[in-house]
């Protein structure tokens, strides 16, 4: 029997395969949040990736980014990493900070969510996972905003979240954020 996430995977993969027309920009809900339990993570990684597998089977172009992999990369790109590191032992704040600027304030859009929009060019579907690496300097709904109007119609951007739906907030790492009321949110109990 398929686990609660499994099953709203499927639902995840059926809007993406079967029923674009519900999601995209043109639908006027242009992302749909996958959340779920902090405490199995790796469970959904694993999941998540098998998602991924079965649209590239179905002949689904998909970028699929693992967030905490262009976080570092993205560090790593202008020579931050190591200060980062350094930071993050002796002033947290000053850290957060931070990485707002580095990631998020680049102008218009901030690197994370030009990388996105970037591979979205060239995607049937975007997938973003492991996004637990955001907390606490940003969240999916800074994304959300910065990529609105800077990525294709038809190309739906499904984030895997660690968080929880509570009333209509997303909760991220029982953190509340707000809502982004232009995501079809599949959230778990």
Do not use: W
């Amino acid at each position: 029997m398929p686990s609660d996430f499994q099953e709203r995977l499927e639902e995840v993969e059926r809007l993406v395969r079967d029923d674009r027309d519900e999601v995209g920009k043109r639908a006027g809900v242009p992302f749909i949040v996958f959340t779920y339990d902090p405490a199995d993570e790796i469970e959904v990684d694993e999941e998540v990736r098998n998602l991924i597998s079965k649209l590239e089977f179905h002949d689904q172009d998909i970028a699929a980014i693992d967030m905490r992999e262009l976080v570092f990369a993205t560090l790593e790109d202008r020579g931050i990493l190591e200060n980062v590191i350094d930071l993050e032992r002796r002033d947290r704040e000053q850290l957060l900070d931070g990485l707002k600027s580095s990631l998020l304030d680049d102008g218009k859009m901030g690197k994370l969510a030009s990388e996105i929009a970037t591979q979205a060019e060239d995607a049937d579907t975007v997938v973003v996972y492991r996004m637990g690496i955001l907390y606490p300097f940003a969240s999916a709904s800074t994304l959300m905003g910065q990529l609105e109007t800077n990525t294709p119609d038809d190309t739906p951007i499904v984030f895997c979240y660690p968080a929880r739906v509570d009333d209509k907030s997303l909760r991220f790492l029982d953190e509340s954020e707000g809502t982004y009321y232009r995501a079809r949110v599949i959230g778990h109990e």
